[in-house]
């Protein structure tokens, strides 16, 4: 069996579903912003219409992004060495929110600059013009902070199998979760319905750690739900992870699938 014969799990169709709303619904935010945009700057306020077109680009690239992943398979990156697995997001969606960041930070530092100097004018009202310095100066801040976390790292982000436990790295934070402490892997969230092709590592206390989108990190996702659910079940397996031997049984598809 290889990989990509790996029974999908049976929730993940539900989230597949409410990324095709999801598209729309991007979809048509940009073209009712796009016409509110031309529309601002027909009437004379261009400053208006070129800053509610810059924020397009950010819905746009989230939206490719995601579609990528759902509709061309990945390419797998996986490395390891003495300290476990890493499997990091394809090259082409790593770019694409690389890009994102990068760009929000010239566009949010002009948006709060041109609203406080009083040039720009998105609200009318004094509160909607406070909200968009709060805003867009949370944002900036938050992709600056991104970026040096990306450039550290090398990426926007990973999953690593360790014989311990599962790190998962986001553009923000890195969480630990180690095996003792799981009590079951499941394939959607009790605690946030909107999962979509997730791992959810469940705590003894309740809590839960979602590893979201496992089609970012190998083809269609499948292969890393199973390998997690494999090398939690199979503790006498998990030094794999150390040598190679880990990569060689993801790439055959060769984990345990039972639910029982």
Not at 3 to 27: C, H, I, S, V, Y
Request: aromatic share 8%; charged share 20%; with cysteine.
């Amino acid at each position: 069996m290889s990989a990509l014969t790996l029974p999908e799990p049976a929730r993940w169709p539900e989230g597949q579903r409410r990324l095709t709303k999801l598209t729309l619904a991007m979809g048509l935010f940009v073209a009712v912003g796009t016409f509110v945009s031309v529309r601002e700057a027909a009437k004379g306020n261009v400053l208006e219409g070129a800053v509610g077109i810059g924020f397009l680009p950010i819905f746009v690239a989230v939206a490719i992004a995601m579609q990528l992943m759902s509709r061309r398979p990945t390419i797998l990156r996986a490395s390891h060495d003495r300290t476990g697995t890493v499997l990091r997001p394809n090259r082409i969606t790593m770019i694409l929110f690389l890009g994102m960041i990068v760009y929000v930070i010239p566009f949010g530092i002009a948006v709060v600059a041109l609203t406080l100097t009083g040039h720009l004018h998105l609200f009318a009202s004094q509160r909607g013009q406070a909200a968009t310095v709060v805003g867009m100066a949370l944002a900036t801040s938050t992709a600056v902070t991104g970026l040096f976390t990306a450039w550290r790292r090398g990426g926007v982000g990973y999953v690593k199998l360790t014989p311990t436990g599962v790190d998962v790295a986001d553009i923000k934070t890195t969480e630990s979760v180690a095996w003792d402490d799981v009590v079951d892997v499941d394939d959607h969230s009790d605690l946030n319905k909107k999962t979509r092709k997730a791992v959810v590592l469940r705590r003894r206390d309740g809590s839960e750690k979602v590893i979201e989108g496992c089609d970012f990190y190998v083809p269609h996702g499948v292969g890393l739900y199973w390998m997690v659910w494999h090398y939690w079940r199979h503790p006498g397996d998990r030094p794999e992870l150390t040598d190679g031997r880990a990569v060689e049984r993801l790439d055959e598809g060769r984990f345990d699938t039972s639910r029982t």
